[in-house]
């Protein structure tokens, strides 16, 4: 529910960067993705400091009790800081797919899942680690999503890229 803003921001900028890319003005692709990026963390931004600052608020709704809430007062800070990943790491990889290059997009998804089940796999059945660590997975996935799609868009080979 609370990526909501961070997929709607992302499915504009794939819009928004074929749109300009079509009218032939590439060079104003990276500050329109960097607007974009920074909106759509302002939304997130706005989401993680209500949810760390009340998360047995937000916790309460499942009506589990007190135990569940302390509990998951640790996960819901970790996901919460990966749902500020996500409002960078998603409008990147969105960049990407409207630059029109599928296979690069393709590649850094692979890549992505790759190294996101190797670490939960690794966290939570070899080093049987808590499920705190788990979510860390979000941080994993987002950030290696984010830092191949950003190295992509700022090598500017998608310039070259014919559709």
């Known amino acids: 529910m609370f990526g ?15 749109n300009i890319i079509g ?33 047995e608020w937000f ?10 809430v302390q509990d998951a007062i ?11 990943m996500m409002s960078f790491g998603t409008i990147w990889l969105n960049a990407v797919t409207g630059t029109g290059n599928t296979k690069v997009n393709l590649v850094i998804e692979l890549i992505t899942i790759v190294i996101y089940c190797t670490y939960v796999y690794l966290v939570l059945e070899y080093w049987n680690l808590p499920i705190t ?4 997975s979000e941080w994993v996935y987002w950030l290696s999503m984010f830092s ?5 868009m700022k090598s500017g080979k998608w310039k070259n890229k014919v559709i």
């Open 4 to 18: 909501v803003f961070s997929w709607a921001f992302a499915s504009t900028t794939n819009s928004m960067v074929s």
């Open 23 to 55: 009218q032939g003005r590439q060079d104003e692709v990276l500050p329109l993705v960097r607007r974009i990026v920074s909106i759509s963390f302002s939304f997130s931004l706005f989401i993680f400091i209500l949810l760390v600052w009340k998360p």
């Open 59 to 68: 916790l309460s709704f499942y009506q589990q009790g007190d135990d569940f």
């Open 74 to 84: 640790p996960v819901v800070y970790v996901v919460s800081i990966a749902l500020l």
């Open 133 to 136: 660590w788990g979510w860390g």
């Open 148 to 152: 191949m799609a950003f190295v992509y």
